[in-house]
């Protein structure tokens, strides 16, 4: 599986961004699909996770009710919705692909290349 992460960019506090992350091969409803972040100097967290089914997601408790995690199975494609971002929020963020959830950036199998998100005052 490779993934191709987009649609980060500056945007001021309070304001909103959608993520995209584009996966290759057959077999993408067959994963669970996450998005990590890391900022300068911190280790990469957890934001959010969906089953490949669509039907369950997860969050980050520092997310919750500000993000939203879908996908579109017949395009390959899951989505990172971000509204009242907040400085804290400025990271690089990262889609990954996994076969079982996890919160943990270690058990995630492929990962895409981070798209730079920056929340400005």
């Known amino acids: 599986v490779q993934l191709q992460a987009s649609g980060g960019g500056l945007v001021q506090a309070g304001g909103s961004l959608r993520l995209s992350c584009a996966a290759s091969g057959r077999t993408f409803s067959s994963y669970v699909m996450g998005w990590f972040r890391q900022a300068p100097g911190k280790e990469r967290e957890f934001v959010a996770a969906?089953?490949?089914?669509?039907?369950?997601?997860y969050y980050a408790d520092s997310v919750k009710g500000r993000f939203t995690i879908s996908r579109n199975n017949a395009k390959n494609t899951v989505f990172l919705q971000m509204n009242s971002l907040k400085l804290e929020d400025t990271a690089v963020y990262y889609c990954a692909a996994s076969l079982g959830f996890s919160q943990v950036a270690g058990l995630y199998d492929y990962w895409g290349q981070g798209t730079q998100v920056t929340v400005s005052s």
């Open positions: 969906i089953r490949g089914s669509g039907d369950t997601t």
